[in-house]
């Protein structure tokens, strides 16, 4: 037996190994085999940062106007004059369409345009007047009416678009947002199927199952012929892209060693900002919803690769007994990181021998797994439901203004394609100031209550700064600045949450943190709308409620460098002032 092996085996008889001891003491934590497994596991975040952000361009607003009977003859007598079909468009606009003052971004001000829902009820082919008659021809004797020939549309920039295609406008305006937000529902029903579905299957099954999905329901939503068919199976290559991140990023912290899943969170979130910077560049390059969709979908085939490619997490076959298989890839992973086949060997065995023991230990005595924490213990304690109710609702506002400035690019000014680079970006550096700001003076509770403030004063800062001219390149800063702070945020809302409730309910208050934050993301694209009441009414939001999630987060207690609470009582007096009085005793769990 090696020394290794010899050192971590002394001691009490008493004593499990657990599956953590072979990585660190002869395994490795971080080895040839976990890199390669892992560099193919991040990829994959990098896919679902695209489908997730995909809204941003599939589902963009077009310039749009109404269709006019006969616009085609219009046009092309107007062209025998020698004009342009621009100017020649702009006459015809003129001519059939009323004009109505307008919010234009490039100008920051109401300008009269061309109306987008109304047009003359008239038909200029009977006006008895050459063309360039008609140009001097004044509609205030004609009524204004809604389309009733449909719409055209400006395709200058994108030749083919969701809301184009469906005719998603005017009336039907809202159709645009409600199908996003069906879309990010998506990602929440996911968490709850392919959780459950890992757990039963296993990780590696459930993640190809995804990724199949993905393709099938991707490649059919690229071939919708109606809205409901379109959203259908949107909804469906949601659900497919949460499996896929979830069980990836499950199988990658599953395959390392506990010093290292840090490093794994802070790549998967590396690579997820990197999809959305690709998102932008394939955009640019592919202007038609259906080709960009097909361009998400496709490369996905690559993944089916990976069932030759990885193994199943080890940690999943032996929490069901499959100890021949864990066995066999154990020793794969053995192998690859240059590890004697006698170490491993006997490692497994001795591994092998302690659980079964532990097995014939804990039915021969009776025992019983620890009693799991309810729901009702977060709001049955009245520190407990403080800290729940903080919780959730800050992590609601972070997600909610994550994805208010995700989606929102499209409406900062300038070139939507680079913001949407400069947002994935900006989430880059974020991302690793989490990891640093944690770990200084600051602690958990200052950091969380400085990013939330900063962020809401930099949603509101860009309702002063100019969209336009000279100012523009401030505005879109100081909101890249923003999307950077609420990344920190709502990084920092899963961890903060798992080091504030105890043992029993850490799970749950882990859960109910990051679904607040999901649920937020369906809301998101409703808040965008709400520009129709007012152009500043989504920045004002998306400023007001960090400053209150931000204060909100003082009245909770710092967590760095504290022990973690392990029962429900530890958990209810954690972040307390102690009274004299006697305080009620809590049941233990």
């Known amino acids: 037996m090696s020394y290794k092996l010899c050192r971590i085996t002394q001691g009490s008889e008493k004593k499990m190994l657990q599956y953590d001891d072979i990585l660190k003491n002869i395994l490795g934590e971080f080895g040839w085999y976990q890199k390669r497994n892992c560099i193919l596991l991040c990829l994959m975040a990098v896919t679902v940062s695209i489908w997730q952000m995909s809204p941003v361009f599939l589902h963009v607003e077009v310039a749009h106007w109404c269709r006019v009977p006969g616009s085609e003859d219009i046009l092309t007598e107007c062209m025998t004059f020698n004009l342009s079909r621009d100017s020649c468009i702009e006459t015809l606009h003129d001519l059939t369409i009323p004009k109505e003052y307008v919010y234009d971004n490039k100008v920051c001000s109401s300008v009269l345009k061309p109306s987008s829902c109304l047009r003359y009820d008239s038909d200029f082919l009977e006006l008895e007047l050459p ?84 393709l099938v329901f991707g490649v059919i939503s690229a071939f919708s012929q109606n809205l409901t068919m379109l959203t259908a199976f949107r909804f469906l290559t949601a659900i497919c892209g949460t499996g896929i991140y979830h069980q990836s990023f499950v199988l990658a912290t599953e395959l390392v060693g506990p010093s290292k899943r840090p490093l794994m969170g802070a790549l998967f979130m590396l690579m997820y900002a990197t999809g959305y910077i690709g998102l932008g560049v394939m955009a640019f390059f592919v202007r038609s919803w259906r080709t960009l969709l097909l361009t998400m979908t496709l490369p996905n085939l690559v993944f089916l690769s990976y069932y030759c490619v990885l193994d199943e997490s080890p940690r999943w076959l032996l929490s ?248 429900i009582e530890d958990g209810e007096a954690f972040g307390r002032k102690q009274r004299c009085r006697r305080q009620k005793t809590l049941p233990r769990r």
């Not at 004044?138 to 994108?158: L, M, P, Q, V």
């Not at 006997?346 to 230990?361: C, M, R, S, V």
């Not at 919780?391 to 997600?399: E, Q």
């Open 320 to 567: 069901v007994g499959k100890r021949k298989k864990a066995e066999k890839i154990i020793s794969k992973k053995a192998r690859i990181n240059g590890v004697s086949k006698s170490s491993s060997d006997e490692l497994f065995a001795l591994f092998t021998l302690n659980t079964e023991k532990e097995d014939i230990e804990v039915k021969s005595s009776g025992l019983k797994k620890a009693k799991r924490g309810r729901a009702l213990d977060l709001v049955k304690y009245p520190n407990l439901r403080k800290k729940i109710l903080i919780m959730c609702f800050s992590g609601f506002t972070a997600g909610l203004v994550y994805y208010g400035f995700s989606f929102n690019t499209p409406n900062l000014g300038g070139n939507e394609f680079i913001n949407a680079g400069l947002a994935g970006a900006a989430e880059i550096p974020g991302n690793f100031l989490m990891l640093v700001l944690v770990k200084s003076m600051l602690g958990r509770r200052l950091t969380y209550f400085g990013v939330f403030i900063l962020a809401g004063v930099a949603s509101l800062s860009t309702v002063l700064i100019s969209k336009c001219g000279d100012l523009m390149w401030l505005n879109t800063t100081v909101s890249m600045l923003g999307k950077c702070i609420i990344t920190i945020a709502y990084n920092l809302s899963w961890v903060y949450a798992a080091e504030l409730f105890p043992t029993p309910v850490r799970s749950l208050g882990v859960s109910m943190t990051s679904m607040s934050g999901m649920f937020a993301s369906i809301l998101a694209p409703q808040i965008i709308y709400g520009r129709v009441l007012w152009i500043h009414l989504p920045q004002c939001i998306f400023g007001i409620m960090p400053l209150i999630a931000g204060f909100l987060a003082l009245l909770l207690p710092e967590t760095r460098g504290k022990k973690l609470p392990e029962t």
């Open 131 to 214: 063309f360039i008659d008609r140009r001097n021809f004044t509609n205030t004797s004609f009524n204004a009416i809604a389309c009733d020939h449909g719409w055209e549309y400006d395709t200058r920039k994108y030749t083919s678009a969701v809301m184009q295609e469906f005719d998603l406008v005017c009336e039907k305006y809202y159709l645009g947002t409600l199908l996003t937000s069906i879309y990010m529902a998506g990602f929440v029903i996911g968490s709850f199927i392919f959780g459950p579905l890992s757990d039963r299957i296993g990780r590696l099954k459930s993640l190809l199952i995804a990724v199949c999905g993905l």
